[in-house]
T-cell receptor
Framework: AQSVTQLGSHVSVSEGALVLLRCNYSSSVPPYLFWYVQYPNQGLQLLLKYTSAATLVKGINGFEAEFKKSETSFHLTKPSAHMSDAAEYFCAVREGGGADGLTFGKGTHLIIQP | DAGITQSPRYKITETGRQVTLMCHQTWSHSYMFWYRQDLGHGLRLIYYSAAADITDKGEVPDGYVVSRSKTENFPLTLESATRSQTSVYFC?????????????FGPGTRLTVL
């Protein structure tokens, strides 16, 4: 069975500092991995996804994530935080060819300090 | 407008009443999904559908019923609402998940059961 663990329900960084949101997964088959962002009172927006092509994936708004099979991780980073990055971030996994939806982590609330 | 829409956006109902949440997508995606979002749980899959007239249970299906007579619509019905079903409900759609297709989410319906 697949699962996702997001370390830290809340992460606070200063504006201009590095953003690092952690995600570890478990999957019995090669996974597809996703990061979504949710702004207040809105739906989820796809930031980026890993589908077994490049291990370093670049997404929207300057975010990127690196797939590390040996560490079963897919951490999300951004070199310089902006106030507009404040939101809830979800990591999600889908096992290989499965068509039965995504398994989500519990989310990390990113706080940006001025 | 193209995309995925949900209605109503907000709903207050009473215990024991039947409630139907609507979801409509204009991309002709084969796959559609219903998730619920609760604090501390992230998003959990309720039901999904691979095509018209094909539906299957997700992680938390009890108390919910779905149907899909047309590709573009995927209504979710709470046959007898309970307070534990107070939540934010998200509908999503995607192309072929087995090929790494992303899920696109609607804006959500906030349901309160009194």
């Amino acid at each position: 069975a697949q699962s996702v663990t997001q370390l830290g329900s809340h992460v606070s960084v200063s504006e201009g500092a590095l953003v690092l949101l952690r995600c570890n997964y478990s999957s019995s088959v090669p996974p597809y991995l996703f990061w979504y962002v949710q702004y207040p009172n809105q739906g989820l927006q796809l930031l980026l996804k890993y589908t077994s092509a490049a291990t370093l994936v670049k997404g929207i708004n300057g975010f990127e994530a690196e797939f590390k099979k040996s560490e079963t991780s897919f951490h999300l980073t951004k070199p310089s935080a902006h106030m507009s990055d404040a939101a809830e971030y979800f990591c999600a996994v889908r096992e290989g060819g499965g068509a039965d939806g995504l398994t989500f982590g519990k989310g990390t609330h990113l706080i940006i300090q001025p | 407008d193209a995309g995925i829409t949900q209605s109503p956006r907000y709903k207050i109902t009473e215990t024991g009443r039947q409630v139907t949440l609507m979801c409509h997508q204009t991309w002709s995606h084969s796959y559609m999904f219903w998730y619920r979002q609760d604090l501390g749980h992230g998003l959990r899959l309720i039901y999904y559908s691979a095509a018209a007239d094909i539906t299957d249970k997700g992680e938390v299906p009890d108390g919910y019923v779905v149907s899909r007579s047309k590709t573009e619509n995927f209504p979710l019905t709470l046959e007898s609402a309970t307070r534990s079903q107070t939540s934010v409900y998200f509908c999503a759609s995607s192309g072929r998940p087995g090929q790494g297709a992303s899920e696109f989410f609607g804006p959500g319906t906030r349901l309160t059961v009194l």
